[in-house]
């Protein structure tokens, strides 16, 4: 299996500890893979956390990485109104970027 492109925040990283960040994507691939819970509901999860820390950029890729894996539109608006619930207006704004083409 080849490993995926590690995402724009960690890449200055990767000229100076390339061993680091292919240790940390094996372990993000791990960790996001089909288990127990589905990837696409992993993926999910991982969006509401970007959209209540405030990471746009993150919802966005998160939630295309989501539909990916076979998440729903409707799926997506579920987690974006739970994003809401517990994060209140500033997540709700963050979360829209789930609909945001990257």
Sequence with gaps: MAQPTPPPWIQPLQQRDPKFVETYMTQREHVLRD???????????????????????GVTNIANRARGAGAS????QEAVEVAYLFG???ALVTAM??????
């Design 35 to 57: 288990g127990a819970i589905p990837a696409k509901y992993k993926h999910l999860m991982t969006m509401i956390v970007d959209a209540l820390q405030s990471h746009p950029d």
């Design 73 to 76: 539109e409707a799926e997506i």
């Design 88 to 90: 209140g207006t500033p």
């Design 97 to 102: 970027n789930a609909f945001k083409s990257s």
